[in-house]
């Protein structure tokens, strides 16, 4: 077994263990998971290491590593011929990065989660559960595996929503099941119309390898999917259509506006390292999904339409910011920023150019563990006092001096300040964008304008709550007993928020850290997608 | 300096910018413990050291001198970090270590006693690291970076009284007016790179750079980054209509004030400006021109309207910032420079005396217990008695504030003015509003400062007392006097020129040697330090009748003073439209997420999918399973009815069965 099986495989033996354990031993579960994720990380951190830049991934076998590839399902069909799924995993300049992102968001997630009582055995077991998903859905280079690993991730989160989630948990776990699967359903049928239009060289049957459906020497003439095929569905042509609609399933989990209603819900109603989790790493998994699957497989398509693609991420930037400004709830705030900050991601991509695309690949990694920071930093304010509406706190700068801190560096490097990671991805999307106009690609530099005062939004937005809630004569809502449960962080909470935050520091000053990884991968990207203009 | 071993300028300014990040380092791990400010004080004046020693002189009047490393790449594209050494760079960067090492001095005595003192030293090292990055960065990604994090240090400092509504209030509208001119920066960072794939100061404007080689420059997008640049500037040096941040950000300490809002960082804006001029064409500079002198005006203006010690002064940064970027608009941007360096030591002391006249007041609110504002002229008068060597000290501060002659300001407002009539002698007769406007500025600058000191120090004392016991007001302590005493001798002009009466023999502007767009006029130079010095004369005259003999002729309710302290306005005009507005647009897109998207398109599809499975259910219940229900319920009824027949009563049976056999006998007879 090679090491990235290892890597997504590793939570499931911690399932199997938990599963196994009898109910009186739920002491030590927590310790199972923050094990075998620690073990994860570094193994995440070892292959980082020792991954080499120059690979340059996206459509050749040769330009990823770690790769493993197993004949999983051969079976005859007769006269549609050899059904082929391969279990083919690989780790590139894309996926690498956000493999080590996912498995520190997951150690951070199980770091909050060491209160949980209620249900433990379930709720470590469903955890790991989404750990291996989540781990797949970055390494499945068959579009099947890929679409086992997207479907298996949907179980758990519903269930952790919907059983440890807050008040009004039922909804919100029912709408981002809905939501998740109205964009996966359709993928399967696009998935299947790929498989038959695209064949293996090697054998001649047909094939759900990803790679083979990047590369258009290897669709059968007059199929479907073939390029320049005359196919439309409603007066679509059918490669357009296709990349819409796996565009839709991934622009889901980004999320963009206007789908992005599931995203405040699940967020406010998950418990707090659940939302961490869907923060930190669920998000990513819209943006890998548009890299690895729309844009690599149908780069005519989005080298069409990446017009629009940076129009969405424009108002999903503003129109996000503009809600989070709006919101009473602390983690509803957070929550819209969210929405605002992947708008970047798209934008960048959208823009065709490498200092985009790489931007929006920083954008999206350092989103993960700010972003998981700052649900984490909701979660702590909740944890006391069971409340989390801004207008019911004020002056805790006063009782809690270590958290105020930490809220303020977690803002300051979610808004962009320079030296902090979020900046590098910001700027450099922007920079991107701007640059697209002159490089050709179709984005207008307005966008990136319009872009940019996302960016002095997220100021007003991050400023005002800070000023809100933090600053001030301390006045709590509930006076005396608040006062006493409003205690400064713990140690534990400390250990858990400051090597993300550390992380955002070191990422901001050395971006090479991750440019030098993903470099060549993005470069190829780009010319598969430009050559198609 | 012959004396001394030679060390590279790069290696000692990358020392000089270190030792502070070091400072604030070892301050941020020490936390509360740190409260000495130890580490502040020896790494600032360690730096001032080594700037003055090791980099300026070897720098200056030398070719300059760049150091590079890789950063980062991304995709194809470079990025560096470098140390930019020239003129500029490193008189810039002494500057501001020369300004800052008195600024600390004073803290230790003013800030004494502070609960959050860790945090102040903490904040101040982090500035200095920031504004000394800022001076020789060589590549304006980088310099980007540090104007921004001169912004979280302003930020921090303004509000670090943090319980006080009011500056927390101001350090957020400080950031996020400042904000708005990153995103100028930004943009423009942006327009540079796609146009020449490069941020590096040298390749772009160097000697031997893309814009010497005599680039078109009349171009749209090199006229955008222009005005992207500018706004950057605007922002950080408050220039209007952005400059509403800078009277709110003296909400911070007044050594902040002096530091960070009147002498170095506020001073960036001309800085940068100084720093890419060759990116500017014309449309570009007189924009800039216009735009510094509408700022000189206006500031100069709100300052006569105020009675807070520290807004006039605020006003007056303002209005001379306005100066300073009207200098770079006509092309003088060595004038300018120049300007930076005599404001920054003579507006330093005026705000430090401020902070020794507040610090005293408030220890006189403190002793009396009694509420009155202790920032607040109309309480002062008379403080000439208590406090001698502040009020000579901001004399001086404020002779060279109104350029005087004798002082550091006389040479520098001379250098900018006569260069302005120059320039507008050069480009016909409209230009000419410009130059006529700064000398009008120069005489209300002598007015409103002239306002200040009379009424401050002058006249009978209005401090609130008890029973007319003697105000608790004293000298201020040696620590402050001293860093006071250094400034106020580095406000004279032999700091700058040996010669007290003109400017030409004036060190920097000889150092800078900018070639000039114009022709010089002689005439100028004898008229226009004679019409400023009369005016100045004039107004202190007029200034000493109202003020000291109390022969105010004017209505100090008239709406002119009154709004005029208000800015006529804009403060609230920005409320209602930008800030109001912005809120309004957050509630409708809320409004839009909750009723639109989630309440008709979401909820509305969930009522419609629900609303069809009862419909199908209604049919599945009614008509699919009426049917099967109905055949059932036949087949059930005829079985109901032929139930009675197996009965199990024998006579029954029998009964059937002759019935039966009666009935085949019939029909065997009638067949």
């Known amino acids: ?158 269930f952790l929503i919907g059983i440890w989630g807050g008040v009004n948990r039922e909804y919100a776990a029912i709408k981002f099941f809905i939501y998740t699967l109205f964009g996966s359903v359709f993928m399967l049928l696009i998935i299947v119309g790929l498989y038959f239009s695209v064949t293996n060289p090697e054998t001649g049957a047909h094939t759900f390898n990803m790679l083979y459906m990047m590369n258009p020497g290897n669709y059968i003439d007059g199929s479907f999917f073939a390029y320049g095929s005359s196919n439309a569905v409603w007066g679509i042509p059918a490669r357009m259509l296709g990349f819409i609609v796996l565009f839709i399933a991934f622009a889901i989990k980004i999320p963009i506006v206007p789908l992005h209603t599931w995203l405040p819900d699940a967020h406010v109603e998950a418990p707090t390292p659940v939302s961490i989790i869907l923060a930190g790493i669920l998000l990513k998994i819209g943006g890998y999904g548009i890299i690895r699957v729309c844009m690599s497989i149908f780069p005519d398509a989005s080298a069409s339409a990446n017009w629009w693609l940076g129009l969405i991420g424009v108002i999903s930037i503003l129109y996000g910011a503009l809600n989070a400004l709006a919101q ?27 200092e985009g695309v790489s931007g929006a690949m920083f954008q999206m990694i350092s989103h993960g563990f700010l972003s998981a920071s700052l649900f984490f930093l909701v979660g702590v304010i909740y944890d006391r006092v069971h409340d989390r509406y801004i207008y019911h706190f004020r002056g805790l700068a006063n009782i809690m001096p270590k958290y105020t801190g930490y809220v303020a560096i977690a803002f300051f490097a979610s808004l962009g300040l320079p030296g902090f990671s979020a900046f590098i991805g910001e700027a450099f999307v922007i920079i991107g964008t701007f640059n697209a106009e002159s490089v ?69 000053t050395m971006p090479f850290l991750v440019f030098d990884k993903l470099n060549a991968s993005v470069l190829n990207l780009v010319t598969l997608i430009t050559e198609q203009l | 300096m012959s004396g001394l071993p030679y060390i590279s300028p790069i290696y000692a300014s990358i020392v000089v910018v270190g030792l502070p990040l070091l400072a604030f380092l070892l301050q941020a791990i020490r936390g509360k413990k740190s409260t000495s400010g130890l580490f502040a004080l020896v790494s600032i004046a360690l730096s001032t050291l080594i700037s003055g020693l090791f980099v300026l002189p070897q720098v200056w009047q030398e070719a300059p001198v760049t150091a590079t490393v890789h950063w980062f ?243 007056s940064t303002i209005s001379q910032l306005g100066y300073m970027i009207a200098a770079v608009g006509i092309g003088v941007w060595d004038a300018a420079m120049f300007h930076l360096a005599t404001h920054a030591f003579f507006k330093c002391l005026l705000f430090l005396c401020a902070g020794a006249v507040i610090h005293e007041m408030v220890h006189h609110k ?127 002009f032999f700091a700058f020129s040996l010669n007290p009466l003109s400017y030409h023999q004036a060190e920097i502007l000889t150092g800078f040697s900018v070639r000039y767009a114009f022709e010089e006029i002689h005439s100028l130079h004898l008229v226009i330090p004679i019409v400023l010095t009369v005016g100045a004369l004039c107004s202190w005259i007029l200034a000493w009748k109202w003020y000291v003999k109390g022969k105010y002729p004017l209505q100090a309710n008239s709406l002119w003073i009154t709004r005029g302290g208000e800015q006529f306005g804009l403060d609230e005009l920005y409320k209602k439209t930008f800030v109001n507005g912005t809120l309004a647009l957050g509630r409708a897109s809320q409004w839009c997420d909750k009723h639109v998207l989630d309440g008709l398109i979401v909820h509305g599809t969930a009522h419609v999918v629900k609303s069809l499975s009862r419909a199908i259910y209604w049919v599945d219940k009614h008509i699919v399973d009426g049917l099967v229900n109905t055949v059932a319920d036949t087949t059930y009824y005829i079985g109901h009815l032929l139930r009675w027949v197996q009965n199990g009563r024998i006579q029954n049976y029998f009964g059937f069965a002759f019935t039966i056999i009666l009935i085949g006998i019939v029909y065997l007879i009638f067949r």
């Open chain 2, 366 to 492: 403190e002793h009396t217990k009694l509420d009155f504002d202790p920032q607040d002229l109309r309480h002062m008068g008379g403080l000439r008695q208590y406090m001698p060597k502040t009020f000579v000290l901001m004399s001086i501060a404020s002779l060279a504030l109104a350029g005087f002659p004798l002082t550091s300001g006389y040479l520098s407002k001379d250098a900018i003015i006569i260069a302005a009539f120059e320039w507008a002698a050069q480009h016909g007769p409209g230009y000419i509003v410009i130059p006529i406007i700064l000398v009008i500025v120069s005489i209300l600058t002598a007015f409103y400062i002239g306002r200040l000191i009379f009424k401050a120090f002058f006249g009978p004392i209005r401090i609130p007392q008890i029973d007319q016991q003697a105000p608790h007001i004293r000298e201020a302590p040696q620590t402050m006097l001293v860093p006071m005493i250094f400034l106020g001798l580095g406000s004279l």
């Open chain 1, 328 to 354: 009473k709830d602390f983690k509803r705030t957070i929550a819209y920023s969210s929405v605002s900050h992947m708008g970047f991601v798209l934008l960048g991509l959208a823009s065709l150019t490498a």
């Open chain 2, 73 to 315: 790449t991304i995709g194809d594209s470079v990025f560096t970090l470098g140390i930019l050494l020239n003129n500029l760079s490193a008189l810039m960067q002494f500057i501001v270590c020369i300004i800052a090492l008195p600024v600390h001095i004073y803290s230790k005595a003013y800030m004494k006693g502070d609960p959050g003192i860790h945090r102040y030293w903490m904040y101040l090292s982090l500035f200095c690291f920031a504004m000394l990055g800022l001076t020789v960065s060589k590549n304006l990604f980088m310099m980007y970076v540090f104007w921004e994090l001169v912004g979280i240090a302003s930020y921090l400092l303004i509000g670090f009284w943090f319980t006080k509504e009011a500056a927390v209030a101001a350090n957020k509208k400080a950031f996020i007016v400042n904000r708005i001119g990153d995103i100028g920066f930004l943009i423009g960072i942006a327009i540079l790179f796609s146009l020449f794939s490069t941020l590096d100061l040298v390749d772009l404007f160097g000697n031997e750079g893309v814009f010497a080689a005599g680039l078109y420059k009349d171009t749209g997008l090199i006229t955008l980054a222009g005005i992207c640049f500018f706004l950057g500037a605007m922002a950080k040096s408050a220039q209007f209509p952005l400059h509403v941040w800078l009277p709110d950000a003296m909400e911070g300490p007044t050594s902040v004030s002096s530091l960070i809002h009147a002498a170095t960082m506020v001073a960036a804006g001309v800085f940068l400006m100084a720093s890419i001029f060759p990116l500017f064409n014309a449309n570009v500079l007189l924009l800039m021109a216009i735009v510094g002198t509408i700022t000189a005006l206006s500031a100069a203006y709100f300052a006569l309207c105020q009675y807070d010690i520290k807004k006039v002064l605020a006003f």
């Open chain 1, 440 to 508: 050709g690609t179709g984005i207008p530099r307005w966008m990136a304008i319009a872009g940019s005062l996302g960016i002095l939004l997220s100021a007003v937005y991050f400023l005002w709550t800070l000023q809100r809630m933090f600053f001030g004569k301390t006045r709590l809502k509930g006076s005396e007993e608040w006062f006493k449960a409003l205690k400064d962080l713990t140690v534990r909470e400390q250990v858990i928020l400051f090597p993300a935050l550390a992380l955002a520091l070191l990422l901001g």
């Open chain 1, 1 to 158: 077994m090679g090491l990235l099986s290892l890597l997504i495989f590793l939570p499931l033996a911690a399932l199997l263990l938990i599963v196994l354990l009898p109910k009186t031993l739920q002491g030590t579960f927590k310790y199972i998971a923050l094990g075998f994720t620690l073990f994860q990380f570094l193994l995440a951190g070892y292959m980082y290491s020792q991954f080499d830049g120059s690979a340059t991934g996206i459509n050749q076998l040769s330009g990823y590593r770690f790769v493993e590839q197993l004949s999983w399902i051969r079976l005859d069909l007769g006269g549609l011929g050899q059904l082929e799924i391969d279990y083919l995993i690989g780790a590139d300049g894309i996926s690498l990065p956000l493999l080590l992102l996912s498995s520190l968001v997951m150690l951070m997630a199980v770091g909050a989660s060491w209160n949980m009582q209620r249900k433990a055995k379930g709720y470590f077991a469903l955890l790991m559960l989404l750990n291996m998903a989540v781990m797949g859905i970055f390494s499945a280079l068959d579009f099947f595996l890929f679409y086992i690993f997207y479907e298996v991730m949907l179980f758990p989160l519903y």
